[in-house]
């Protein structure tokens, strides 16, 4: 992770301002049904539902329930950018509502950061 990356997380957990979408949840279940040759995620011995719990539990994040808002503005999301992820779409959306922040590394999502629009915090 970047530098940038680690000074968010913890500037965020102390302020009690970390947040997640379940949607990484289900975004790490699909990535961790990857065979090995694509990379999957290492979850050491656990399933991807106790590596997440565990980890919103280290960090003390909060989980951001989807609601209405966030739905319809996924469909925003794809009609904007012409981005077809449901996954991406969802987060993207998620942080437009909620005003904060996506961490990624994901070079479509970087690329759609622009000032109004979506913030991204490179890790």
Same mark, same amino acid.
């Given at each position: 992770?970047?530098? =940038? ?5 913890? =500037? ?5 301002? /970390? ?23 290492? /979850? ?5 539902? #106790? ?7 280290? *960090? ?7 609601? @209405?808002?966030?739905? *319809?503005? *996924? ?5 904007? *950018?012409?981005?077809? $992820?449901?996954? $991406?779409? %969802? /987060?993207?959306?998620?942080? #437009?509502? #909620? ?6 590394? $994901? ?8 000032? @109004? %629009? /979506? @913030?991204?915090? $490179?890790?």
């Amino acid at each position: 992770m970047s530098n =940038d990356a680690l000074v968010t997380i913890g =500037d965020n957990q102390g302020a009690g301002t /970390l947040f997640v979408s379940p949607i990484t949840a289900w975004e790490l279940a699909i990535a961790a049904r990857k065979p090995a040759h694509k990379a999957p995620p290492d /979850l050491g011995a656990n399933t991807p539902a #106790r590596w997440f719990s565990a980890a919103i539990e280290a *960090t003390a994040a909060k989980i951001i329930p989807i609601k @209405q808002r966030i739905a *319809t503005e *996924t469909a925003a999301v794809v009609t904007v *950018t012409g981005h077809k $992820d449901p996954g $991406d779409c %969802y /987060l993207i959306a998620t942080a #437009r509502v #909620r005003k904060i922040p996506i961490m990624t590394r $994901d070079h479509v999502m970087r690329g759609l950061a622009v000032p @109004q %629009y /979506l @913030q991204i915090v $490179d890790c």
